[in-house]
């Protein structure tokens, strides 16, 4: 009894902060329905940033709303594209798009962004670079990424270079493709670059290079931080998968 009472005073202590400062209001739900989980989740993703400030505890919070709210960031964007359709406003909603798996949303967004002076912008050229690739039309997204990558050097980073490398592997210009991925995986952080490279190997017949590719992956995964273990193992299973 003194138990329930005391998760019943920390619910109610918990459903006033909420409302005093403005919270969403689906948090009175979550805190009374699954006491007292919900109120320690509340807790840990609103109360403690709020209290402790810093990276890591705005980290901790944006990856609880993400996984209680997976949609949130997309209807907010969307509701800031109504409210004022700036290109800022476009490029937020197509990342959110893309986030969800809503890619043929996130290419509309991103070509109705290219436009004027943002014709020739480097982060919305990659995005719907991106987002074509992903919808199967790899040979559109091809012109953009030499168009980006003719820009200057500076534009020739990680991320247009695994894009160009999937884009080349897509059409059939393997060569070209490999030196791209291969580059990319050098110098992408994380899992991806490498994991692509892999599935890329694999796909061409060179099951060994892609074993190699696998154990490394495997060998750096034992090394990360358990922050970021569930996203490189995601990575690490799509290589897994290719490599059979």
């Not at 509340?42 to 609880?64: C, E, F, M, S």
């Not at 964007?77 to 406003?89: C, L, S, Y």
């Amino acid at each position: 009894m003194i138990l329930l009472g005391l998760s019943l005073i920390f619910s109610i202590a918990l459903c006033v902060h909420v409302v005093r400062t403005g919270q969403q209001m689906y948090w009175l739900m979550i805190i009374l329905l699954f006491q007292p989980l919900g109120g320690l989740v509340y807790l840990i993703a609103i109360v403690a940033p709020n209290v402790l400030g810093g990276a890591k505890a705005q980290k901790a919070r944006q990856t609880a709303r993400q996984v209680l709210d997976p949609q949130r960031e997309y209807r907010e964007a969307g509701q800031a594209v109504e409210d004022a359709p700036t290109v800022a406003n476009r490029t937020r909603l197509a990342v959110a798009a893309s986030g969800l798996g809503r890619h043929a949303e996130a290419e509309r967004l991103y070509a109705e962004a290219l436009r004027g002076l943002y014709a020739d912008d480097p982060q919305l050229l990659l995005g719907r670079a991106n987002a074509l690739i992903e919808l199967g039309r790899s040979a559109e997204a091809l012109p953009l990424l030499e168009s980006l990558s003719a820009q200057s050097p500076a534009a020739r980073t990680p991320n247009v270079a695994l894009a160009m490398g999937r884009a080349y592997h897509a059409v059939g210009r393997q060569a070209e493709a490999d030196t791209a991925l291969r580059w990319a995986a050098a110098h992408l952080p994380g899992f991806e670059g490498m994991a692509r490279y892999a599935v890329f190997l694999a796909d061409t017949g060179r099951k060994d290079e892609a074993r190699e590719t696998l154990a490394e992956i495997d060998k750096r995964l034992a090394k990360t931080h358990s922050h970021f273990r569930k996203e490189a193992r995601g990575w690490r299973d799509l290589a897994a998968g290719a490599v059979g």
